[in-house]
């Protein structure tokens, strides 16, 4: 699984020392390792769940999951992996119990194209703006999201997507070609009309 | 591979797919499938580079609720803890507790019974 990359403190930059601090029950310690972690299990969190409140929600509880299971975390893995799939699960379980409480959001929202940059034999065309792609990610169906978040942007496997989203692999490959191609409509065009 | 079986195929061909001989004469002839292939190959780097960025401000206060989570469980652990050792003097309490009220109710329905009798005895 593909981990963030910038300037600032990530979880990559997690060391085994600190995990063994946080075992042995060290507060600072635990403190340190919030701090470097928080922001992108929040991103991903909320790139999944769109609600900023429920963004919120699921990041604690992926941290206080987190915090009962890190005497279980066995470092076989990257820390930065293992925190993410904490805190995809409790995105997940959040997005499972919203679909109860809000059933008619299932499949049914706004589903936006963004307007398309110039011509196909346009070289510019074919730039992406982040911003942009971020704002398109937002409005794509939930369903397509949530398995383009965890393939695309966060690098899961096909089978670790399955077992996240609690569908089959055949059905997660679905989703992903769907949603890539959804989301290539909604940045570049559906492309049909320029044939 | 005709032209909508390519375009089928480029959401999986991007990630590296799907690299069939077929597809790649076709994509060789067809400059259409190119720039879609092109189109793919960038939103997918796009998405691959998002893992690095912000999704949005972080709200206030959720650095402070996760830090104190720690502090929290080591709270609740002592209340376990005290539940634990003590569970047979809380069972007993409750026990009688229940009896208590029991014995309460039973009282309130006799008196209520008496008053009954002597109303039809007056009458």
Redesign the interface.
């Known amino acids: 699984m593909k981990r963030p990359n910038d300037n600032r403190d990530t979880a990559e930059a997690v060391s085994s020392l600190l995990i063994e601090r946080c075992r042995a029950g060290d507060e600072a310690a635990w403190k340190e390792l919030v701090e470097a972690t928080y922001r992108d299990v929040y991103s991903l969190c909320l790139r999944i769940l769109r609600d900023p409140d429920d963004a919120v929600e699921a990041t604690q509880d992926a941290y206080l999951k987190a915090w009962r299971g890190l005497k279980g975390f066995r470092g076989d893995a990257q820390f930065s992996t293992w925190l993410y799939r904490v805190a995809s699960n409790a995105a997940i379980s959040k997005l499972r119990s919203r679909k109860r409480r809000r059933d008619r959001e299932v499949g049914e929202e706004a589903f936006e194209v963004l307007e398309a940059p110039g011509g196909t034999e346009d070289r510019a065309s074919v730039l992406i703006d982040i911003q942009r792609l971020e704002g398109a990610l937002r409005v794509l169906p939930e369903h397509y999201r949530a398995a383009i978040v965890l393939r695309d942007v966060y690098g899961m496997s096909i089978g670790e997507v399955a077992e996240r989203l609690g569908i089959s692999e055949t059905a997660t490959k679905v989703r992903v070609h769907r949603g890539r191609k959804k989301l290539k409509e909604m940045v570049y065009g559906s492309g049909e009309e320029e044939r | 591979m005709d032209h909508r079986q390519m375009q089928e195929i480029l959401?999986?061909y991007?990630r590296g797919a799907e690299r069939s001989l077929q597809a790649k004469r076709h994509l060789s002839r067809c400059?259409?499938c190119r720039?879609?292939l092109?189109?793919?190959e960038?939103?997918?780097?796009?998405?691959?580079?998002?893992?690095?960025?912000?999704?949005?401000d972080?709200?206030d206060g959720?650095?402070a609720?996760?830090?104190e989570?720690?502090?929290r469980?080591?709270r609740l652990d002592t209340v376990r803890a005290h539940v634990a050792r003590n569970r047979k003097v809380y069972a007993g309490a409750a026990a009688a507790m229940v009896g208590v009220a029991g014995a309460a109710v039973g009282a309130a329905v006799l008196r209520n019974r008496g008053r009954t009798r002597s109303r039809w005895a007056t009458a």
């Open positions: 959401p999986a991007a400059a259409d720039n879609e092109r189109r793919y960038t939103m997918l780097w796009g998405l691959s580079e998002l893992s690095s960025q912000p999704a949005g972080v709200p959720l650095l609720s996760l830090v989570i720690p502090s469980e080591s």
